[in-house]
């Protein structure tokens, strides 16, 4: 009964009656559209990041289609999506600490890309900190966050604001760096990105309410590969005077110096594991 004999005819006759005619590609591409369609809205993040950062690495930025194609899905992303609500525990105000701790919950990592997401609770802060040749998606899913970063001024080299005569107040180190954004942010808002050399590629997050950040970072953090994690320290541009480098006196408030730190004390970051919908890897 499943075997057809008269494949040859009957694809004629759809010919001459100018109908459209099956073919694999069709049928998996219909098939294909259904998976996607019936995919949780995180299983399908995880897809479309597989995708879009199948042939990226580090400094290799996505398309332009890509990059829409991964905001869009994460435009759409809720807290349900991922298993998350205001009520948890990690968005719980505590004393014991001087500053709360974060909690941050991994959902999935390879040498591609990961994907995560930062729980703070009211006044969390995830310090000034950067992303050596990434492109990083971030989508606030609840509550309000001001968000300042910067990006390096291009011909205000390292080796130029290191050894210019600096003052002596002036730290070693210091580099000029312009602020990219400074602003409050509050969901459901448009995801964020940034790039390798722009975007505000440094960045620090405050948490004004209780928020979850989702991260999307192609690639992840290699410490091997010599981009790890650095954190930093801004200080206004009129806080110090470098030889050879000037900024129109109505400009200084966009601008300012970042110097190296280590890691902060008094950051604590908690793993949790991650309960929301499950994700298939493949």
């Known amino acids: 009964m499943g075997i057809e004999t008269t494949t040859p005819n009957r694809k004629g006759n759809k010919e001459i009656y100018g109908l459209p005619v099956e073919t694999n590609s069709h049928n998996k591409t219909r ?6 369609r019936k995919m ?40 349900a999506d991922v298993g998350l609500t205001p009520e948890l525990p990690y968005f719980r105000m505590t004393v014991a ?48 966050m001001h968000i300042k970063s ?45 790039y390798p050399a722009d975007g505000g590629n440094m960045h620090c997050f405050t948490a004004v309410t209780a928020c979850a950040v989702l991260d999307v970072l192609g690639p992840p953090y290699s410490d091997p590969d010599g981009r790890h994690c650095q954190y930093y320290l801004d200080f206004p541009f009129s806080h110090f005077s470098v030889d050879g480098v000037s900024v129109a006196e ?26 929301g919908p499950k994700i298939v890897e493949n």
Not at 31 to 36: D, E, G, T, V
Not at 157 to 185: C, I, M
Not at 252 to 258: Q, S
Request: proline content about 9%; overall charge neutral.
């Open 150 to 194: 910067y990006d390096w001024v291009a011909d205000a080299t390292e080796d130029k604001s290191t050894s210019a005569n600096p003052s002596p107040a002036t730290p070693p180190g210091v580099r000029l760096a312009k602020v990219k954004v400074d602003a409050d942010f509050t969901a459901p808002c448009n995801t964020s990105i940034l």
């Open 250 to 275: 109505e400009e200084k408030e966009g601008y300012a110096w970042l110097q190296e730190i280590e890691k902060p004390e008094d950051l604590a970051v908690d793993g949790a594991k991650y309960r």
């Open 40 to 79: 949780s809205p995180v299983q399908r993040l995880y897809q479309t990041c597989k995708d879009v950062f199948s042939f990226c690495g580090a400094g290799i930025v996505p398309s332009p289609e890509d990059i829409q194609r991964l905001r869009s899905v994460l435009d759409t992303m809720k807290p």
């Open 97 to 144: 600490r001087r500053t709360p701790a974060i909690t941050y919950l991994h959902l999935h990592e390879c040498e591609k890309f990961s994907m995560g997401i930062f729980c703070l609770p009211p006044s969390g802060v995830l310090p000034l900190h950067n992303h050596p040749g990434m492109t990083v998606f971030s989508k606030l899913l609840f509550g309000t």
């Open 31 to 36: 098939k294909c559209r259904r998976r996607h």
